[in-house]
């Protein structure tokens, strides 16, 4: 006898309309819970870290996300600060990219294209002493979020690794991440594709 609270099938291409409807209801809940997920990887990000840095990686992103609510930013680019590095855990080859794709469907476009481009922009503060192109951002010099990337960088990324500052606490993000995340996913109102918003002076 099948669970009436699971699919009928073992393939996809064999589910029923009843199938989708039911894992769209039961979907519902989990996607509810998004933001108490990322909160979570943030708090993980403060038990494990890389090593050698003198902070976590959850205070990394406390220190950006304090500098930018501090220099006026608004909650798209609070939010973009705080959460810009939160797929180290899984990808930290990538994680520029995967943490994009974590905030893309909740921010506006030009906040998650920094996000997804702000590993490349930061190797101008270090690519040489690799022997890498510290100048590899200039790929995108057209790009109408170049600035945006270059400045997010510079005011609240490269510059917030310095166990002194006195960060806000999670707490004070928490309800700001649940905001974010509580929007209907993928709204063309929310995205704004193709708009830049003006970083604060």
Known sequence: MTDPDTVSFTTM???TREDY????RLEKPF????ADRVLDEL???GETSLEGYRITR???GLQSATRAERDGADLDWIVGALLHDIGDGLAPQNHDRLSAEVI???VRWDVAWVVEHHGIFQMLYYGHHYGWDRNARDRFRDHPCFDSCATFCERWDQSSF???YDSLRLEHFEPMVRAVF???AHDPAVIREGFVSALPA
């Not at 409807?21 to 769209?24: C, R, Y």
């Not at 996607?31 to 998004?34: E, R």
Request: hydrophobic fraction near 35%; avoid cysteine; proline fraction near 8%.
């Open 13 to 15: 291409k064999d589910g």
């Open 21 to 24: 409807e039911l894992l769209a």
């Open 31 to 34: 996607l509810a819970l998004t």
């Open 43 to 45: 708090r993980r990000a």
């Open 58 to 60: 959850l205070d990394h």
């Open 104 to 106: 893309r469907p909740f």
């Open 162 to 164: 310095d166990p002194d």
């Open 182 to 184: 509580g929007r209907k």
